[in-house]
């Protein structure tokens, strides 16, 4: 559902240029959940960054399989509303809720912001704020939750607007083992789901995490390749920072 080929992408210019991605090729099938790693800097926040729709490519081209279809890559940000309306949900580390308005609200709130008529959006938020197992919380404020509960929220609003693919930039750094695990078993019951499967692509920097997606990847070099869990721990361990 996702096919990305051929990706670059540096920054700056002259003797300060930095190429980043020098030719990413990578796909995702419904309903899988990868995992991505590789050392600090290497480029995950970039890829994730463009497939997102947030930054553009210098090259390359990235597809998504949706009603309609989206084809972007070199498209800039401003081009590509429709990926980050109704292409892509994002999770981060820090949560990144609202904190004076419900942890309901906060799912509303966003389907509004993506143009969902305001009855609409609450039936949508609800429903997503069940399928993470959170529908005795629905009016707290995030604060009155624990962190893996606001990560559940922020998984809500991510699922919400019926994206098919979801892109995690290191969605357990801020989160206890259990939590933690407990967010990857939620990605793999929404990637399972018969009735709206998501895909998900997540960064991680835990290889006990990343073990449990359909698949691993690893980013080195500025190119992704497939990698299995004793490359991946040694890529933690080793000298590559
Ligand atoms: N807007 C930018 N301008 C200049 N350089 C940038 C920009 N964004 C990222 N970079 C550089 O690109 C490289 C890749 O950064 P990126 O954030 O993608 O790494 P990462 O793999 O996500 O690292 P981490 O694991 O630490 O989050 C880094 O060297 C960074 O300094
Ligand atoms: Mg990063």
Redesign the pocket.
């Known amino acids: 559902m996702l096919e990305v080929s051929g990706l670059k992408k540096g920054?700056?210019s002259g003797s300060n240029r930095?190429e980043?991605l020098k030719g990413v090729d990578l796909s995702l099938r419904k309903g899988e959940l990868v995992a991505l790693m590789?050392?600090?800097?290497?480029?995950?926040?970039?890829?994730l960054?463009i497939i997102g729709g947030l930054l553009r490519a210098d090259q390359g081209s990235i597809k998504i399989e949706s009603k309609p279809p989206m084809a972007y890559g070199t498209k800039a940000p401003n081009q590509v509303i429709d990926v980050r309306r109704k292409g892509v949900g994002w999770i981060f580390q820090d949560f990144h809720l609202l904190n004076h308005i419900s942890s309901v609200e906060n799912v509303i709130l966003s389907l509004e912001l993506a143009g969902v008529e305001a009855r609409e959006a609450e039936t949508r938020a609800k429903s997503a704020m069940e399928r993470v197992e959170l529908a005795d919380r629905m009016n707290f404020m995030p604060n009155e939750l624990s962190g893996g509960q606001q990560q559940r929220v922020a998984v809500a609003r991510a699922i919400a607007g019926s994206r098919p693919l979801l892109l995690a930039?290191?969605p357990t750094g801020n989160l206890d083992v259990k939590a933690g695990e407990s967010i990857i078993s939620l990605f793999k019951e929404l990637c399972a789901d018969p009735n709206d499967p998501i895909s998900v692509l997540m960064?991680t920097?835990d290889p006990i995490l990343a073990s449990k997606a359909d698949r691993m990847l690893l980013?080195r070099d500025g190119k992704t390749a497939a990698s299995d869990i004793r490359s991946a721990w040694g890529e933690t361990t080793g000298d590559a920072e």
């Open positions: 920054f700056g930095l980043v590789g050392p600090s800097g290497c480029g995950k926040s970039t890829l960054n930039d290191e960064v920097h980013m």
